[in-house]
């Protein structure tokens, strides 16, 4: 369990925690993290799925949200204290949601102390489920705890990038989380993600030379980031390697 932040200077390390979110963000030391960005399985995604009272959405490979129990919205509020707690001053926190939850979202970060900046939108390119519109987009909302600039005033609050077929349900693109973390951190940082599923967020920290942390209820989320983290932090040797190397 991190206490404190990793040493600016040290190689990207990452550690992961099975468990809730907001029991797991608690555990954490405040103004501890430099970056928060987190994908949390918000109520809406269950919207036509609720079976009785316990939600498991259905695991089915062809399902965008199979596998994950839901966040409900009433339990915003806890989360975001803790993210707000945390969070270093001068830091930034993202958040990816749909257009319903960010009506949610949105009064209850501004009411723990973030300053709401604006919705940047993930543009996955192709139209996916729906029936009025049909869905192209995600929404990442971008919050800031105190004052920091971003890395990069160029870049556009729109980011294009395919979605992810096949993979773990709902999983982010790497890529995506890579622009959030090239804005708003230097090497050496200290991110995490308390709903970090297939861990998409800690290789774009690591590939980004940040220290990161990552939480989720599922085991099987930790299984497949772990293997992920590790096989990126241990590359395989390829042929030219063995090669060189006789
Ligand atoms: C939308 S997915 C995250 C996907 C991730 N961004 C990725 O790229 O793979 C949400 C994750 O939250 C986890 N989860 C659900 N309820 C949770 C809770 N109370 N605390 C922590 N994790 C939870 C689910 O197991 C699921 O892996």
Redesign the pocket.
């Known amino acids: 369990m991190p206490r404190i932040a990793p040493h600016p200077t040290a190689p990207p390390t990452f550690q992961l925690h099975q468990g ?2 907001v029991t797991w963000l608690r555990s954490i030391s405040e103004s501890s993290v430099d970056l928060i960005i987190t ?3 918000y109520e809406s995604l269950e919207k036509h799925r609720r079976i009785g009272t316990t939600t498991r959405l259905k695991n089915s490979k062809s399902s965008s949200n199979a ?3 839901i ?1 409900p919205n009433d339990r915003f509020e806890d989360l975001l204290i803790e993210v707000y707690r945390v969070l270093k001053n001068n830091r930034h926190f993202y958040l ?1 949601c749909d257009a319903e939850t960010m009506f949610v979202v949105k009064p209850i970060a501004e009411s723990v102390g973030f300053k709401f900046w604006k919705p940047i939108v993930w543009d996955k390119k192709k139209i996916g489920m729906g029936y009025h519109y049909r869905s192209r987009y995600e929404m990442i909302l971008f919050f800031e705890k105190g004052k920091r600039k971003l890395n990069d005033l160029a870049i556009p609050d729109i980011i294009e990038c395919p979605r992810i077929f096949r993979g ?5 693109p790497v890529s995506v989380s890579e622009i959030l973390i090239h804005q708003s951190t230097q090497p050496g940082e200290y991110i995490i993600d ?8 800690g290789i774009a920290a690591l590939q980004q030379g940040c220290h990161f942390s990552g ?4 085991a099987e ?1 930790i299984d497949i980031s772990k293997t992920r983290m590790h096989a990126f932090l241990n590359p395989e040797p390829t042929l030219l390697d063995l090669i060189t190397e006789h």
Request: aromatic residues 22%.
């Open positions: 809730d979110a994908d949390p399985p596998w994950f129990q966040f990816f773990y349900p709902t999983e982010k308390p709903f970090m599923g297939s861990g998409s967020v939480n989720d209820l599922s989320a």
